[in-house]
């Protein structure tokens, strides 16, 4: 059974350009979720989504957004960005997102997209 | 202060040492989660939780809901153990997956 696959896995933008990050779940899973990594705040999420609808949304600016596609692929996009942006994005899948005794909402991670912005 | 705690920050150990990484959150939760994060970035979930003990292999994971705190035990440890473990929670009331800031282990031969 294949992970959970991000691309790109590497990418370079200068201020003011605009990003797509792709993730694709595990087969069967609905939920995705994305977390931005940096070394000054760790990790942080950024949104989930399920069955092509964001669930939850973290404390981000509108420049990030996000969508789901009907196979559950989900796409994360920055605009303008700022060079606090560079981050390592990661996305975790999970069967249905409800997390419960019965382990439905476990995650499984990417391997991430790191952004550099220059 | 932090909604998330984990201690210590930083561990170093010796091969075949029994280690503790501490969790300690302020938030009404509905679920816990310990991760596992290698250089390069990768993230592996070792368990989720919500009572109780787990145990998986040489990995032993605990909660005490009552007094909003989780341990995981990681027994005969091995330089392979090296790496950095996140608490996270998902917040009973927001339903946001919270992060502690992690503790980075590493196990010398």
């Known amino acids: 059974k294949a992970g959970v696959t991000q691309t790109p896995r590497y990418l370079i933008k200068t201020r003011g350009q605009q990003v797509t990050l792709s993730c694709s779940p595990i087969s069967g899973h609905r939920s995705v979720s994305w977390y931005q990594q940096t070394p000054g705040q760790g990790l942080q999420f950024l949104f989930e989504?399920?069955?092509?609808?964001?669930?939850n949304k973290g404390n981000f600016p509108g420049r990030f957004s996000g969508r789901q596609f009907s196979n559950s692929r989900s796409e994360m996009n920055v605009s303008t960005l700022e060079l606090g942006d560079s981050a390592l994005y990661l996305c975790?899948?999970?069967?249905?997102?409800?997390?419960?005794?019965?382990?439905?909402?476990?995650?499984?991670f990417g391997e991430g997209s790191r952004l550099t912005v220059l | 202060k932090n909604e998330v705690e984990q201690s210590p920050q930083n561990l170093t150990a010796q091969e075949g040492e029994f280690i503790t990484i501490n969790c300690s959150y302020s938030?009404?939760?509905?679920?816990l989660h310990w991760l596992q994060q290698h250089p390069g970035g990768g993230i592996v979930s070792l368990f989720m939780?919500?009572?109780g003990k787990k145990k998986h292999g040489r990995l032993i994971a605990t909660i005490n809901i009552q007094e909003k705190h989780s341990s995981l035990h990681i027994t005969a440890s091995h330089p392979r153990d090296s790496a950095v473990y996140i608490c996270a929670v998902r917040s009973h009331n927001t339903d946001k997956l919270i992060f502690g800031t992690g503790t980075r282990l590493q196990v010398f031969p």
């Open positions: 989504y399920f069955s092509e609808t964001q669930r």
């Open positions: 939780l919500s009572s």
């Open positions: 975790a899948s999970s069967l249905d997102g409800q997390f419960d005794a019965s382990g439905t909402g476990e995650l499984f």
């Open positions: 938030v009404g939760i509905s679920a």
